[in-house]
């Protein structure tokens, strides 16, 4: 998904546009292209390790025969990551 935002700047640049003056741009992942690309891309961090690794230990823990985690949800057995804005430069105008 960052790669996509990746070439949304290129395309932006490649228009005559500037980011973020003209155009901001966010990215739903805060991958490494996100951190690198020029400027950096504002993200969300669905904190997808994490959720990965819950969705591991949920799945070993039910082959296992264990009832994981109590159930705060009726029918989940955990709660998701929640996500988080991590602004840069490609979303921030100077005032």
Known sequence: VDAFAVGAV???????RRVPDDV?????YDGPRART?????TAVDLQLDRA???AVELLLARLRGEDPAPREVPGT??????????????????P
Not at 37 to 41: F, H, Q, S
Not at 77 to 94: K, N
């Open 77 to 94: 057995a955990v709660t998701a990551p929640e996500p988080r804005v991590i602004a840069r430069a490609s979303s921030l105008r100077a």
């Open 10 to 16: 290129r395309a932006i640049r490649d228009s005559g």
């Open 37 to 41: 690309c020029e400027p950096p891309l």
């Open 52 to 54: 990965a690794s819950d």
């Open 24 to 28: 901001m741009v966010v990215t739903r």
